[in-house]
C-alpha cells in the first residue's frame, strides 16, 4: 500500500493529511517540535480540523519531526509558505529546505507534488534541481513531480477542502495522469488537469492577485467617496444591481495569499523585462489600507475636540481575517503603530490571540483579554476584524466600553453604515 507524507502541517497541509488517511498511511511532517507536539495530542492551533477528525486519524497517521521516518513513502505534497521578504521579493527558503529534505530521502518512481504558491516555472527551476542534488536522481527518469495547488480558505467553513475544485499536473502526461486520480479520490468537487506544471502555477498565483486588484479597486472607490460624503456600502448596493458589476468590498487586505502572491507573479515579470504596473499599483493601494484607516480614526477624534494625547483607544481584532487565529501580514499592526506615532494611547483584544500566538509588536500592557471585563471607557473603539465573538456583542460592547461622544470605526461595516467604515 502506498504511503504517502505530507510536508508541512499547517493550514493547508493539515487538512489533507486528515481527508488522504481516509484511504492511505500517512506520514505528517513538520520541523516545528512543538507542532508534532499538539498534533499528537490531538490539537489544532489553527481550528482547521476539529478533534473529532484528528482522532480518526490516529489509526493511519504518525506525526514526526524527523524527516528519515517518511523513508518508506512514494508520494510526497509539500504544503509550506511561500512568504516574501523584507524587499517584498520571493522568500523560497522554505521550499528550498522542505525540498532539500525530501531530496535526502527520495527513491526511485517516487513523486513529489508541490501544493505552495509561487510563480510560473519555479517548481521546475527551483525545487526539481535541489530534489536531484540531494537524492542523485535524474528528473523525469528516476523520480517525478506534480503541482496541485491548494485553494484552502482559512476560517472558511463552508468552502471545505473536498468541496473546491482541484488543478493538478504532472512532468509527464503518464504522472499528470496519477495525479490527477490520486486527488480525484478525496475531492468530492472534481479536478482539473492542467496541460503543465507552469499552467497550473500561473493558475494559482492569478486567483490572489485577481482578487487582489479587484479589492484595491474598492478601496480606491472607498477612497473617493470618503472625500465625497458618500457611504461605499450604499454606493455599491445600489451598483451590483447590474448582473455583471463585481460584487468586492473594501478592506484590509493581509494573510499569506492575496497580499503576497501578486509579488511572487510581479517579481517574474520584471526578470522577463516587464513592468506590471496595474499589479504593483494595487499592492500599493492595499498595503496602505491600515495607515488610511488610522488617519481617518485621528480626524474623527479631533472632529470631536479629543485630546490626541489623552486618547485611549481599543482595536478589536489582530488576525488578517474573521474566525481564523493567523496573524500573517495583518495590517491591524499598521493601524496600531500609526495611533501610536501620534501619541495615543492603544489597546488590543481578539479572542483568537494567546501567549502563544501574540503580535511581536504588541506590550502585554496593551493587550485586554476577551471578554472584555474591564471598568474602562475609551475614546474611540474600533472594530477592525468581524469575528463572531465582536459581531454578537458589538452593542454591548459599544455601550459599556465607549466614552461619550467616542468614535466609533467600522471598518468591516457591522453596523450597517450607522458608523464611519472602509
Not at 513513502?73 to 523560497?92: G, H
Request: glycine letters at 6%.
Amino acid at each position: 500500500m502506498t504511503t504517502v507524507c505530507i510536508v508541512g502541517l499547517g493550514y493547508v497541509g493539515l487538512p489533507l493529511l486528515v481527508k488522504i488517511s481516509s484511504k492511505y498511511e500517512v506520514i505528517g511532517f513538520d520541523q516545528n517540535s512543538r507542532r508534532i507536539e499538539e498534533l499528537k495530542k490531538g490539537n489544532d492551533s489553527t481550528f482547521e480540523v476539529s478533534k473529532t477528525d484528528l482522532r480518526s486519524t490516529r489509526e493511519t497517521v504518525k506525526y514526526t519531526d524527523d524527516i528519515s521516518l517518511a523513508k518508506d513513502c512514494s508520494i510526497f505534497i509539500i504544503t509550506v509558505p511561500t512568504p516574501i521578504d523584507v524587499n517584498k521579493e520571493p522568500d523560497f527558503l522554505p521550499l528550498q529546505k522542505a525540498s532539500k529534505s525530501v531530496g535526502k530521502i527520495l527513491k526511485k518512481d517516487d513523486i513529489v507534488i508541490y501544493e505552495s504558491t509561487v510563480y510560473p516555472g519555479a517548481t521546475e527551476e527551483i525545487c526539481v534541481p535541489i530534489l536531484e542534488r540531494e537524492s542523485h536522481l535524474i528528473f523525469n527518469k528516476d523520480f517525478f513531480c506534480g503541482y496541485s495547488p491548494e485553494r484552502v480558505n482559512p476560517g472558511d467553513k463552508n468552502h471545505p477542502l473536498e468541496s473546491i475544485v482541484k488543478v493538478t499536473s504532472g512532468s509527464t502526461p503518464e504522472v499528470a495522469d496519477l495525479v490527477d486520480s490520486f486527488y480525484k479520490q478525496f475531492i468530492s468537487a472534481g479536478t482539473y488537469k492542467a496541460s503543465s506544471i507552469k499552467v497550473a502555477e500561473a493558475a494559482k498565483v492569478i486567483e490572489n492577485t485577481q482578487r487582489d486588484v479587484n479589492i484595491a479597486l474598492i478601496n480606491e472607490f472607498s477612497i473617493i467617496f470618503s472625500k465625497i460624503g458618500l457611504n461605499t456600502s450604499e454606493v455599491l448596493e445600489a451598483a451590483k444591481t447590474k448582473w455583471n458589476f463585481l460584487d468586492f468590498k473594501p478592506g484590509l487586505v493581509g494573510g499569506h495569499c492575496i497580499g503576497v502572491d501578486p509579488y511572487y507573479l510581479s517579481f517574474k515579470a520584471q526578470t522577463l523585462g516587464y513592468m506590471p504596473n496595474l499589479i504593483l499599483g494595487a499592492r500599493q493601494i492595499n498595503s496602505n489600507m491600515g495607515i488610511y484607516v488610522a488617519n481617518q480614526t485621528i480626524k474623527k477624534l479631533v472632529s470631536k475636540n479629543k485630546s490626541l494625547q489623552n486618547c485611549d483607544v481599543l482595536i478589536l481584532g489582530a488576525t488578517f481575517k474573521e474566525n481564523c487565529p493567523d496573524l500573517r501580514n495583518s495590517l491591524i499592526e499598521d493601524i496600531y503603530m500609526e495611533l501610536k506615532s501620534f501619541g495615543l494611547n492603544v489597546f488590543l483584544s481578539d479572542p483568537y490571540i494567546n501567549s502563544n500566538n501574540q503580535p511581536p509588536y504588541l506590550d502585554k500592557k496593551n493587550i485586554v483579554e476577551y471578554p472584555l471585563l474591564l471598568k474602562k471607557k475609551f475614546q474611540s473603539i474600533i472594530f477592525a476584524v468581524a469575528h463572531e465573538e465582536f459581531i454578537n456583542s458589538r452593542q454591548h460592547i459599544c455601550d459599556d466600553f465607549l466614552d461619550q461622544n467616542g468614535v466609533i470605526i467600522d471598518i468591516k461595516n457591522i453596523f450597517n453604515g450607522e458608523y464611519w467604515s472602509l
